[in-house]
């Protein structure tokens, strides 16, 4: 069965330093993953997705991820952090053959001046 | 271009009353999806339409229902409401057709906050 674990319900970062968001996933084909973040009061935006190719996926707001296949992992990254990036983030993951969305539970993260 | 937009944003109902939202995808978008949202539970998918039809459900009792119209317009409707129903009821629209093997990028509206008292 498909699932999506975040590790982390939480991630603190000060402003101005690198920031990681851990996504690990199973499948059983090949999948398509992709990281949403959501502001608070407001929906779910979508911020990169991979679907093959280079493993490295850049998105909006200066968000980049990495596909690690060996290790089933789709971790979110910026090199500097922002106050503004604070907001909650989700990784979802599709396998190749099956419609359907499953998400993870949501980190937090959390940017101090 | 309009967002989806999802209506109402606030409401407050009591236990075993019933409630509507109402969602409007962006235009051209003919798959719509739902998804509740709490704190506890994280973001778990309710269902999804297209071209009015119910393609995909998820493990949500028959209380919870939903349609869309011919205009991809969707609402969902839960019947005696429970005070677990409280949340957040967000609405995804999509461009993908179904069984397509892209990758299906869902734009979602600012949600409905439910609170059941």
């Known amino acids: 069965a498909q699932s999506v674990a975040q590790p982390e319900d939480q991630v603190n970062v000060a402003e101005g330093n690198p920031l990681t968001v851990k996504c690990t996933y199973s499948v059983s084909g090949n999948p398509y993953l992709f990281w949403y973040v959501q502001y608070p009061n407001r929906g779910l935006q979508f911020l990169l997705k991979y679907i093959t190719g280079d493993n490295l996926v850049k998105g909006s707001y200066g968000f980049e991820a990495e596909f690690n296949k060996s290790q089933t992992s789709f971790h979110l990254k910026k090199p500097s952090a922002l106050v503004s990036d604070s907001a909650l983030y989700f990784c979802a993951v599709r396998e190749g053959s099956n419609y359907q969305l499953i998400w993870g539970a949501g980190t937090k993260l959390i940017i101090k001046p | 271009k309009a967002g989806v937009t999802q209506t109402p944003r606030y409401l407050i109902k009591t236990r075993g009353q019933q409630v509507t939202l109402s969602c409007s995808p962006i235009s051209g978008h003919r798959s719509v999806s739902w998804y509740q949202q709490t704190p506890g539970q994280g973001l778990q998918f309710l269902f999804e339409?297209?071209?009015?039809?119910?393609?995909n459900k998820g493990n949500f009792p028959g209380r919870f229902s939903g349609r869309q119209f011919s205009n991809s317009r969707s609402e969902m409707n839960v019947s005696t409401l429970e005070l677990g129903d409280s949340a957040l009821y967000l609405c995804a629209s999509s461009l993908i057709l179904p069984g397509s093997s892209g990758a299906n990028v869902l734009t979602f509206g600012a949600g409905s906050r439910l609170t059941v008292l």
């Open positions: 339409y297209f071209s009015e039809t119910q393609r």
